[in-house]
């Protein structure tokens, strides 16, 4: 982490609003909503300690350039809200900065397949030929995936098989302008930033994000 993070001092957090983390769940990221304009956000990282949640930092972050939206739909600039877990392999196009998860360092042919009527819709293929839609070439989008993690919206676990047109492609990645700008709908933070949060997740702490307007954790 770095200097903007608050290291692990008890403090007032929104974890304890949750209701829906598993109970195995030892770490969580919270994305939020703020004042400034409905792409920027703060996340949040914690971790719980018993029954207790304690925060880790606190850092400016950027989502879909429309905010937050609960019917989130292929195309469109939202950020999905939820309860998600993240993919088993994290991803970049740099090497591994020290993720304690799988590490596939992308290569050319290497595609997030966004081809809604496509059976491998939403998820990674290498193959030399564009699957389609508006499917990701990794390998190019620097810097926005120097590294990255994939959020499991609209994937398993968190839906059976992946729906057409429900979305694809929601990633934890870097900025892809210095100072931040606003995503199709992933979560995005400054290259140091990203990188802690990427070192700090534990797969055997069964880490989940939460992405929702600071309205929908009040209501608990």
Known sequence: MTAESRTRAPVANRAHLLTTLPCDSTQVVIV??????????????LVRTGDRWE????????IGRDGFSDRHVEGVPTTP????AFGPTMYGISPDPGVRYPYH??????????????????TFQHTDRNPGG???ALW???PAYTHFAVITYNMP???????PYAGSGIFLHEFSRPG???????????????AGVLRWLDPAASPHIVLAPRQWLERG
Do not use: I, K, Q
Request: glycine content about 4%.
């Open 32 to 45: 939020t909503d703020d004042d400034r304009s409905p792409s920027h956000a703060t996340l949040e990282t």
């Open 55 to 62: 925060r880790v930092s606190e850092l400016p972050a950027r």
């Open 81 to 84: 809200t939820g309860v998600f």
């Open 105 to 122: 360092r992308v290569a050319p042919d290497d595609w997030w397949n966004a081809a809604p009527e496509s059976p491998a819709y939403n």
């Open 134 to 136: 508006e499917s990701e």
């Open 140 to 142: 190019r989008e620097a």
């Open 157 to 163: 676990p968190t839906v059976p098989a992946p729906v």
């Open 180 to 194: 931040g700008n606003a995503t199709a709908g992933c979560v995005s933070l400054a290259h140091e930033n990203l």
